[in-house]
């Protein structure tokens, strides 16, 4: 029922789908910021939201828990396990209303019109070249400056019902030590199915997203140990909540 692996090295999820080499131009605008992309990123985020809603209360029994922590989400780096082909969708149509930009591979531009949909929906690729990186890190910065926020996966990579919160890597909190920005840290927990979810998930738990109280970087001193502290911190936290809230666990 729920994925009990442990390889903590693996950094992909193949779907079956293979995407096309992607290759950013040196001007390249991370975070589409403008009027229309507010208007139209916006409005496919409620479209989406609309067609999720069957599956996330009708089948997936899913619940959000610790809702007056929502207010936190602005301008704040939004943590997360990393357990479903669609948790990025699941957070971001659960703050229809802010703007959550999500980071993402960059090869995850490759798929078509896909990409495109994801693009529109706030999806911002982490280049590949150094040069790249730097103007990312720089407009990442001015992006939670300006109030919006950003969701990062920790873990890297995505392993679907993952029973355990994976190890995170220092890096993913660079973004919220450069912005001196706080962190939003969430975690999705599996719950037995009861009353009419024994019928909709029969071979899958149901899924609850929790968001916990904002978590504030402490500088160490270093740049390298503030980060490892974060992220062992956190860690610590999220896995700490997700065994005595979860009904599956290891």
């Given at each position: 029922?729920?994925?009990?692996?442990?390889?903590?090295?693996?950094?992909?999820?193949?779907?079956?789908?293979?995407?096309?080499?992607?290759?950013?131009?040196?001007n390249y605008k991370?975070?589409?910021?403008?009027?229309?992309?507010?208007?139209?990123?916006?409005?496919?985020?409620?479209?989406?939201?609309?067609?999720?809603?069957?599956?996330?209360?009708?089948?997936?029994?899913?619940?959000?828990?610790?809702?007056?922590?929502?207010?936190?989400?602005?301008?704040?780096?939004?943590?997360?396990?990393?357990?479903?082909?669609?948790?990025?969708?699941?957070?971001?149509?659960?703050?229809?209303?802010?703007?959550?930009?999500?980071?993402?591979?960059?090869?995850?531009?490759?798929?078509?019109?896909?990409?495109?949909?994801?693009?529109?929906?706030?999806?911002?690729?982490?280049?590949?070249?150094?040069?790249?990186?730097?103007?990312?890190?720089?407009?990442?910065?001015?992006?939670?400056?300006?109030?919006?926020?950003?969701?990062?996966?920790?873990?890297?990579?995505?392993?679907?019902?993952?029973?355990?919160?994976?190890?995170?890597?220092?890096?993913?909190?660079?973004?919220?030590?450069?912005?001196?920005?706080?962190?939003?840290?969430?975690?999705?927990?599996?719950?037995?199915?009861?009353?009419?979810?024994?019928?909709?998930?029969?071979?899958?738990?149901?899924?609850?997203?929790?968001?916990?109280?904002?978590?504030?970087?402490?500088?160490?001193?270093?740049?390298?140990?503030?980060?490892?502290?974060?992220?062992?911190e956190l860690n610590?936290?999220?896995?700490?909540?997700?065994?005595?809230?979860?009904?599956?666990?290891?």
């Amino acid at each position: 029922m729920v994925n009990n692996e442990k390889n903590e090295n693996q950094h992909t999820y193949d779907n079956g789908f293979h995407p096309k080499e992607v290759i950013l131009k040196e001007n390249y605008k991370f975070y589409l910021n403008n009027i229309f992309f507010k208007f139209f990123s916006t409005l496919l985020i409620l479209i989406t939201k609309f067609f999720l809603f069957f599956p996330k209360h009708l089948v997936w029994g899913y619940k959000i828990i610790g809702k007056k922590n929502k207010k936190y989400a602005k301008g704040s780096v939004i943590i997360s396990n990393h357990i479903h082909q669609l948790d990025a969708l699941i957070l971001i149509t659960s703050y229809p209303f802010k703007r959550i930009y999500c980071t993402t591979l960059q090869s995850n531009l490759g798929f078509g019109i896909v990409s495109k949909y994801f693009r529109l929906g706030g999806a911002v690729p982490i280049p590949n070249d150094l040069k790249l990186f730097k103007k990312f890190t720089k407009e990442t910065k001015e992006a939670l400056e300006s109030k919006s926020s950003i969701l990062v996966y920790p873990e890297a990579s995505l392993m679907p019902y993952c029973d355990h919160i994976r190890p995170f890597l220092p890096g993913a909190f660079q973004f919220a030590l450069n912005a001196n920005a706080k962190i939003l840290p969430t975690v999705y927990t599996f719950h037995k199915p009861k009353g009419i979810y024994k019928l909709t998930r029969r071979k899958k738990p149901c899924i609850h997203y929790n968001i916990l109280n904002p978590y504030t970087i402490k500088d160490m001193g270093n740049r390298k140990l503030t980060m490892e502290t974060a992220a062992k911190e956190l860690n610590d936290m999220l896995s700490k909540y997700y065994i005595e809230n979860s009904d599956y666990f290891s």
